[in-house]
């Protein structure tokens, strides 16, 4: 129902910066929760920022102040922004799509295929 396909993913050196986008189709609902997640390998996958249809944001503590999420309505679009990369950012960087739809008493969430994000020191 919602298609999730992320772009902007690559290398790049530490300090570096690079825009991540997530762009959702389908059956999108008005009020909604976009964001990214991440996975390194032998790691959980962590959040790392979302962000509300209203602009409620949250960060996870350790890319608070480097990265920003941003998000454009029209296009049903999240984007992320990082900066100051460290090598520690390297992971897989999965867009996620959460929505609460009181009308139906349920929950939706959907994920991207994930989009490789490689830092070097």
């Known amino acids: 129902q919602v298609q999730l396909v992320e772009s902007g993913g690559g290398l790049v050196q530490a300090g570096g910066s690079l825009r991540l986008s997530c762009a959702a189709s389908?059956?999108?609902?008005?009020?909604?929760?976009m964001g990214w997640y991440r996975q390194a390998p032998g790691k959980q996958r962590e959040l790392v920022a979302t962000?509300?249809?209203?602009?409620?944001?949250n960060y996870a503590e350790s890319v608070t102040g480097r990265f920003t999420i941003s998000r454009d309505n029209v296009k049903n679009t999240v984007y992320l922004q990082m900066n100051s990369l460290k090598s520690e950012d390297t992971a897989v960087y999965y867009c996620?799509?959460?929505?609460?739809?009181?009308?139906?008493?349920?929950?939706?969430?959907?994920w991207g295929q994930g989009t490789q994000v490689t830092v070097s020191s």
């Open positions: 996620n799509y959460k929505a609460h739809i009181i009308a139906l008493r349920r929950d939706f969430e959907y």
């Open positions: 389908g059956s999108i609902f008005h009020i909604n929760t």
């Open positions: 962000m509300t249809t209203s602009g409620v944001t």
